[in-house]
């Protein structure tokens, strides 16, 4: 599933072939996303200069001159730019054709991902309500420790909740709780304000490194196929059940924490 280090590696590919591009045409195959894709969305886009493509947790922002196409990959799905009138395969729903003779294509074989239209983004329902963004000074430990006091809920779904902070997914907050020596179990209620403090350090510094290594990944970006493996490589403890764990060998614990698969040193993690 993508994260916020592959949108934000998405974002970072796209943006310097679509910030200041004309939309020539807007090609919907199939509208049946996780919700259907607006009727008029050739209509409202075509012609438009699309200004920016900005990022908020791990919605695109397609800012044009009137109104904001917001775009979510949702389980699946890529966003990639390719040389107009390639052929589109089976899963390719959405072309976004620019003056340039580039499109923006949409890809995305489970179709949980979106593409809608606002003319107010950042008060859309689905962005109101969203915590601060991880790699911004809005977020720190101090806001973690204040946040958690009184819950008993453990410390793993507590920095995963995007009021918390946005874009911790699974893969991140296994790898900061492993960087950070903190039981994925333990109540978040529980937790010092120092651990929280290398905690949101440990969550910062595992998100930018997976941003670094998807960017890295995806400089070839024009007609890359928008699948990288990165950060893979580097993981501690994220897919490691039942391996030993890397830095003192003890075998990874495997267990389920809000519904989602957890993998902890029972030595490192206290
Ligand atoms: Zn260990």
Not at 45 to 64: C, D, F, H, M, P
Not at 149 to 161: L, Q, Y
Not at 199 to 225: M, N, P, S, W, Y
Request: aromatic share 6%; net charge positive.
């Amino acid at each position: 599933m993508p994260e916020l280090p592959e949108v934000e590696t998405t974002r970072r590919g796209i943006a310097p072939h679509v910030e200041g591009q004309r939309v020539s045409r807007v090609v919907v195959r199939d509208r049946r996303l996780r919700w259907p894709i607006p009727e008029d969305l050739d209509v409202r886009l075509s012609g438009q200069r699309i200004v920016t493509v900005e990022r908020r947790a791990k919605y695109l922002l397609i800012n044009a001159e009137v109104g904001t196409l917001i775009s979510h990959l949702g389980m699946s799905g890529n966003l990639r730019l390719v040389e107009a009138g390639l052929p589109a395969g089976k899963h390719e729903h959405v072309d976004i054709e620019l003056e340039s003779g580039l499109m923006l294509r949409y890809t995305d074989p489970r179709r949980f991902g979106a593409m809608l239209w606002s003319q107010d983004p950042l008060n859309h329902q689905l962005l109101l309500r969203l915590g601060p963004e991880p790699l911004t000074d809005l977020f720190d430990g101090e806001r973690l420790f204040q946040l958690s006091r009184g819950r008993s809920m453990a410390v793993k779904p507590f920095i995963m909740d995007n009021a918390v902070v946005v874009g911790v997914g699974n893969i991140y907050a296994t790898e900061a709780l492993f960087a950070a020596g903190i039981d994925p179990r333990r109540a978040a209620g529980g937790i010092s304000r120092a651990r929280y403090l290398k905690l949101a350090i440990e969550i910062k510094r595992v998100l930018a490194a997976a941003i670094e290594l998807g960017g890295t990944t995806l400089r070839d970006f024009i007609g890359g196929d928008g699948q990288p493996g990165y950060f893979q490589q580097t993981l501690f403890a994220y897919g490691r059940g039942g391996l030993p764990c890397k830095v003192c060998g003890t075998e990874l614990r495997d267990v389920k924490l809000g519904q989602r698969a957890s993998v902890f040193c029972p030595r490192c993690q206290r």
